[in-house]
T-cell receptor, first 111, second 112 residues
C-alpha cells in the first residue's frame, strides 16, 4: 500500500540549516508536497515539486527529489525560531485520489 | 477570502451522542476531504469526495458517514461517538485530484 515515512523530530540552532527527510512508496506520484503546521492551526502548503524535477528552490527552501530512491527532502536555510512547527511530507494516492501524509516531523529551533 | 471553513472549532460529546461536523469551501473546488490528526499518527484520511455526487472511503472510515451536500459543502457525521474518536478533524479541498489541497483550521473533538 501507499506509505510516507518521516523522522519524527529535528532540533537545530537558529541560523543553522535544517534538513527534513521523507520516503514514499507510490512511484506514480506526479506531485510531492511539503506542508507546515503551526501550533493550534491547520496545514499550510509550503512548497511542492513535480516528479520530473530533481530540485526546486524557493527563497530559503530547497526541495530535493530522488525519484529512483523515492526520497524527498526539504532544506530550510538560516532556520529561524518562527520555523518551529510540524512539517508534513505528502504524496497523491493512486488514481489521484487524496493526499497521503507522513506522520510529520516536529522541528524545534533554539536561539 | 474565507477558503475552507469548518464549524464548530471545539466540541465535547458524551459517548453515544451524535453530531455533524460542517465544512464549506468558497474556491469552487471539485474535491473535498476529511482527515483526522492524532499524536504520533499524522493525518489519516477518513472519507473523500473526488467530485460533487461521489464519496469514497479513506483509511479510517469506520464510525463515520459523510454527505457531499453540494459543490461547496462536505459534512462528516458521527452517529454514536466513542472516546476513540477524540481527535482533531481537518477538512480540505482541492481543485482537482492532482492539485494542492487547502485546509480548514480544524475541529477539536473530545468524546468523554
Amino acid at each position: 500500500g501507499e506509505d510516507v515515512e518521516q523522522s519524527l523530530f529535528l532540533s537545530v540552532r537558529e541560523g543553522d540549516s535544517s534538513v527534513i527527510n521523507c520516503t514514499y512508496t507510490d512511484s506514480s506520484s506526479t506531485y510531492l508536497y511539503w506542508y507546515k503546521q503551526e501550533p493550534g492551526a491547520g496545514l499550510q502548503l509550503l512548497t511542492y515539486i513535480f516528479s520530473n524535477m530533481d530540485m526546486k528552490q524557493d527563497q530559503r527552501l530547497t526541495v530535493l527529489l530522488n525519484k529512483k530512491d523515492k526520497h524527498l527532502s526539504l532544506r530550510i536555510a538560516d532556520t529561524q525560531t518562527g520555523d518551529s512547527a510540524i512539517y508534513f511530507c505528502a504524496e497523491r494516492g493512486q488514481a489521484g485520489t487524496a493526499l497521503i501524509f507522513g506522520k510529520g516531523t516536529t522541528l524545534s529551533v533554539s536561539s | 477570502n474565507a477558503g475552507v471553513t469548518q464549524t464548530p472549532k471545539f466540541q465535547v460529546l458524551k459517548t453515544g451522542q451524535s453530531m455533524t461536523l460542517q465544512c464549506a469551501q468558497d474556491m469552487n473546488h471539485n474535491s473535498m476531504y476529511w482527515y483526522r490528526q492524532d499524536p504520533g499518527m499524522g493525518l489519516r484520511l477518513i472519507y473523500y469526495s473526488a467530485s460533487e455526487g461521489t464519496t469514497d472511503k479513506g483509511e479510517v472510515p469506520n464510525g463515520y458517514n459523510v454527505s457531499r451536500l453540494n459543490k461547496r459543502e462536505f459534512s462528516l457525521r458521527l452517529e454514536s461517538a466513542a472516546p476513540s474518536q477524540t481527535s482533531v478533524y481537518f477538512c480540505a479541498s482541492s481543485a482537482g485530484t492532482n492539485t494542492e489541497a487547502f485546509f480548514g483550521q480544524g475541529t477539536r473533538l473530545t468524546v468523554v
